[in-house]
């Protein structure tokens, strides 16, 4: 019988690591995106072996934007909503959630695009990656 402590300490899906517990306030990070993208997300932290919000904490931090390493301005890569979007969420931390405020300010795009952008590079999310090999992303802005 597993007790309640031990089930505390469990990811919510089978297989994946859990974010390491901050003892903190989580925020939540949310778009409406394409189903599409909604699929690569989460195909691209089952091959982490990520839950999904430690994915897109990843995918956050290793934009180069955030961390104020790429200067002058972003091309804006525009899609018109279909009105078949789905909710795309996450608990992420508080300075997660600004820098993915920043990242999207810095391509002059609204949050919910911002993660359509970083999942859509996220090219080795369709491989099997060990969390600390992870590179920074390869985000190629000028391709609509």
């Not at 608990?91 to 999207?104: H, S, T």
């Amino acid at each position: 019988m597993v007790g309640c402590a031990m089930m505390l300490g469990m990811a919510a899906i089978a297989g994946r690591r859990r974010r390491a517990n901050t003892g903190r306030v989580h925020g939540s990070l949310q778009g409406r995106v394409s189903p599409e993208v909604r699929d690569l997300a989460w195909a691209g932290a089952a091959a982490r072996g990520q839950s999904i919000s430690l994915y897109l904490e990843t995918l956050v931090e290793a934009d180069p934007l955030t961390r104020g390493q790429v200067t002058g301005a972003m091309p804006r890569r525009l899609r018109v909503p279909t009105g078949t979007e789905v909710m795309l969420q996450a608990r992420v931390r508080p300075e997660v959630c600004d820098l993915a405020k920043k990242g999207a300010k810095a391509r002059r795009v609204p949050l919910w695009r911002y993660l359509e952008i970083l999942v859509e590079a996220d090219q080795k999310g369709t491989a099997p990656v060990e969390p600390e090999q992870t590179e920074q992303l390869n985000l190629d802005l000028m391709s609509a």
